[in-house]
Nanobody, 113 residues
Framework: VQLQASGGGLVQAGGSLRLSCAAS????????MGWYRQAPGKQRELVAR??????NYADSVKGRFAISRDYAKDTVYLQMNSLEPEDTAVYYC?????????WGQGTLVTVSS
């Protein structure tokens, strides 16, 4: 199983980016999918996740980020709006399978002030 993350880049504060995470298998196989991020010198933290019934967000991104998935494309998205310099980090997508978790390679998001 492979997860391919993309969509990171450099953006000014207040701008938007959309991250994509394409899976090599059908995403309905996963219990949950989501995004973590890790800023320099900080621990990895959960940003958002999605299950069959709900979505969850870190308090710091509520109202600004939105997670969604496209079963036809086997892809999970993270729409990030009103970006702040504090959102600068490497963003990793993940998926919880029946027996193990899977991680993408990470995509760098840099927000300039």
């Amino acid at each position: 199983v492979q997860l391919q993350a993309s969509g990171g880049g450099l953006v000014q504060a207040g701008g938007s980016l959309r991250l994509s995470c394409a899976a090599s298998i059908r995403i309905f196989n996963f219990n949950r999918m989501g995004w973590y991020r890790q800023a320099p010198g900080k621990q990895r933290e959960l940003v958002a996740r999605i299950t069959n019934s709900d979505t969850n967000y870190a308090d710091s991104v509520k109202g600004r980020f939105a997670i969604s998935r496209d079963y036809a494309k086997d892809t999970v998205y993270l729409q990030m709006n009103s970006l702040e310099p504090e959102d600068t980090a490497v963003y990793y997508c993940y998926a919880e399978g029946a027996w193990k978790d899977y991680w993408g390679q990470g995509t760098l998001v840099t927000v300039s002030s």
